[in-house]
């Protein structure tokens, strides 16, 4: 029975304690994942971390939480007061909102009824998760307008651009898993992905577009530069305090498990227990998968912390430069050649005739990035020649005098 029949049977209540619990799971993860990148950042910095608060420091995030929400609650006097209170709200709801269609395990037994751990089972349940995602970002939009503060203001346009730029991105990358799996619908994807190869093998380019969107969707290092404190105080939340920061803190690091579980469940198979370990989906009725489910996302967030220790911050041209130039042309070419590449699959072509073409691809592209590669080289040079001056240039001490042109010679050559 698949988790579509197996929800469609869900009675109210354990709807509703279903929903509880993926509640409980975004914020328990939430604090684990804070106390986890402080300690895991202090190991790469060689530092120690937090260790005084509870055993090896554990509840050293919610003690965080309980000072954030004793702190005094400022609201600005040139503030627009509805907005300034609804934006970390909108900001935190939608975050939630986009684990009611992942599927965390397959068939299990819960209070004497069999289900899935999942609320929901769209047809289009990837498209759900990209539109409250994209909702999600008018709270931080609003926060920076409705603060009255120009730091606010441009770290909230800063962050409207950035999404709105990388989730193109994002979602270009996911039509090849579309085009794969035949379906929208996640659970089927990871079924999909249980019958076939795990998506990250099949379509890699896909899923390295994907990660590094994902990256720059959720304002993370090295993209972080809706709340670049080096140029923006603390970006669009730098007039916000006790629970509407906390809300903002809690919201970016939901948003960070979101996206770690729908890569997850995209490209490394869901809840599926790695090729060679299935025997284990059984163990403990069935709930041994959200083991794996969760290992993979704990991979994913360790990417994250990765990042941020070891890469500096962009320049926001730059950024915006690779996202609109680099990420989405290759998406699209990538589209279409897993499209061709399905079309002759279905028409019944030889594993001869795919294979040849694809190396043909392979070395075109090849072919393309060496002379994009010689063309640039010779406008950098043609732009070195054209703005070096042709005049002498005095010598330095110790130093026999040149010309910029390359012609040796004295000062008054």
């Known amino acids: ?39 895991v950042l202090a190991k790469m910095q ?34 627009d007061k509805v907005v300034f209170i ?13 684990f009611a269609v992942i599927p965390m395990t397959g068939k299990v037994s819960l209070f004497g009824q069999e289900t899935a751990m999942q609320l929901t089972d769209l047809s ?58 035949g379906s929208m619908s996640t659970s089927e994807i990871v079924a999909s992905q249980h019958v076939n190869y795990w ?21 993370r290092a090295p993209f972080d530069l809706a709340e670049a404190e080096g140029e923006l105080v603390g970006g669009f939340h730098t007039e916000y305090s006790s629970l509407k920061f906390a809300l903002f803190f809690l919201a970016e690091y939901v948003n960070i498990v979101a996206v770690s579980a729908l890569a997850a469940t995209l490209f490394l198979g869901g809840y599926h227990a790695p090729p060679g370990l299935g025997f284990t989906e059984g163990w403990l009725g069935g709930w041994f998968t959200i083991v794996w489910f969760f290992l993979k996302v704990n991979l994913f967030f360790f990417i994250f912390m990765w990042l941020r ?13 690779f996202g609109w130039k680099v990420l989405i042309p290759a998406s699209l070419i990538w589209i279409l050649v897993v499209a061709t590449l399905r079309i002759l699959q279905q028409e019944g072509a030889s594993r001869t005739t795919i294979i040849a073409f694809t190396f043909g691809l392979i070395l075109l592209g090849l072919a ?13 040079e043609a732009l070195v020649e054209s703005s070096a001056p042709d005049f002498p240039v005095p010598s330095l001490p110790g130093v026999s005098s040149f010309n910029v042109s390359g012609k040796s010679g004295g000062a008054h050559e």
């Open 309 to 321: 220790a070891s890469l500096p911050r962009l320049r926001y041209d730059q950024f915006m430069k």
């Open 368 to 380: 393309i990035s060496s002379l994009f590669e010689r063309s640039k080289k010779r406008s950098e």
């Open 86 to 98: 609804a934006a970390p709200i909108i900001a935190t709801s939608m975050c939630f909102m986009a």
């Open 124 to 181: 289009v349940g990837v498209l759900y998760i990209l539109a409250v995602t994209s909702i999600g970002v008018y709270g931080i939009v609003l926060a920076g307008w409705s603060s009255g503060s120009t730091y606010p203001l441009l770290g909230g346009l800063r962050a409207s651009a950035q999404v709105v730029s990388y989730e193109i991105a994002m979602g270009l990358s996911l039509v090849a898993v579309f085009i794969y799996a």
């Open 1 to 39: 029975m698949t988790n579509a029949e197996l929800i469609s049977q869900d009675l109210g209540w354990l709807i509703v304690v279903k929903a509880l619990l993926v509640f409980i799971i975004c914020v328990v993860s939430t604090l684990l994942a804070v106390w986890t990148e402080r300690r």
């Open 199 to 219: 998506n990250a093998v099949v379509l890699f380019p896909s899923f390295v577009i994907f990660v590094i969107s994902m990256v720059g969707e959720t304002n």
């Open 46 to 79: 060689l530092r120690t971390g937090p260790n005084r608060v509870g055993p090896f420091g554990l509840i050293q995030s919610l003690a965080d939480g309980v000072k954030l929400a004793l702190k005094e609650d400022i609201i600005p006097a040139a503030a």
